[in-house]
């Protein structure tokens, strides 16, 4: 395996060619959350949802700290997950998932199929 870099070769040394060569594996091994409508373990990005925590200093000053939490869709039932503390909670309800494939549309038209920009 070599790569090119610069135009020059360069070649991965030895103690690393097993490291980078494809080992075929289950989902069960790697710990893949399944999606518990369909058992898909397949999911697209589809934006982000923003999470906001108040909570008081200990000079009784408010403050309010927020996340972004990542939305994932399953390809195979479009059911969406965020995981957020130890959880993974079901979304689906609050997504416009109509929105969400018209953009995935024009993603396709501008990158081609899978393409991430």
């Known amino acids: 395996m070599d790569?090119?870099?610069?135009?020059?070769?360069?070649?991965?040394?030895?103690?690393?060619?097993?490291?980078?060569?494809p080992k075929?594996?289950?989902?069960e091994e790697l710990f893949l959350f399944r999606c518990p409508e369909c058992g898909n373990v397949h999911f697209r990005h589809a934006g982000y949802l923003e999470s906001v925590m108040p909570y008081l200093k200990a000079d009784k000053t408010q403050h309010i700290t927020t996340d972004s939490l990542c939305v994932n869709v399953c390809t195979k039932c479009k059911h969406c997950y965020v995981w957020y503390s130890d959880q993974m909670y079901d979304v689906t309800d609050m997504i416009d998932l109509k929105a969400w494939e018209k953009t995935e549309k024009e993603l396709h038209k501008a990158t081609g199929p899978g393409g991430q920009c």
């Open 24 to 27: 075929k594996i289950t989902a």
């Open 3 to 21: 790569k090119k870099e610069e135009g020059k070769e360069v070649s991965i040394p030895n103690c690393f060619k097993d490291k980078v060569k």
